[in-house]
């Protein structure tokens, strides 16, 4: 199955991080200012692309499934380059 990563898009891997840490979609909007339905969005667009699902939604919040554990230390490192460049262009 062919996954649509052409379009990539960095915000996806943002909010992925954030209702990782957080745990929840409410607790990753009141970290970052997105609003709830944004992070659910991405949540989801991420997992279409990757071609896996990333959570489990639960009545709590959200449990990270094998493929978010996977994927998480590449994430991390992404947001380290994006803070790198960010730091190198200033």
């Known amino acids: 199955m062919a ?3 052409e379009r ?3 915000a996806l891997v943002k909010s992925f ?11 990753a909007a009141r970290r970052t200012g997105n609003q709830q339905p944004t992070l659910s ?5 991420l997992e279409a692309q990757l071609g896996t699902p990333l959570f489990e939604r639960t009545g709590r919040g959200v ?6 554990l ?8 992404m947001q380290q380059a994006a803070d790198a460049m960010r730091r190198a262009a200033a």
């Open 17 to 27: 991080l954030a209702v990782l840490d957080a745990g929840s979609l409410m607790g």
């Open 41 to 45: 969005r991405h949540l989801s667009e």
């Open 3 to 5: 996954h649509d990563l």
């Open 8 to 10: 990539f898009d960095w």
């Open 63 to 68: 449990s990270a499934l094998p493929a978010a």
């Open 70 to 77: 996977a994927i998480a230390d590449a994430a991390r490192q």
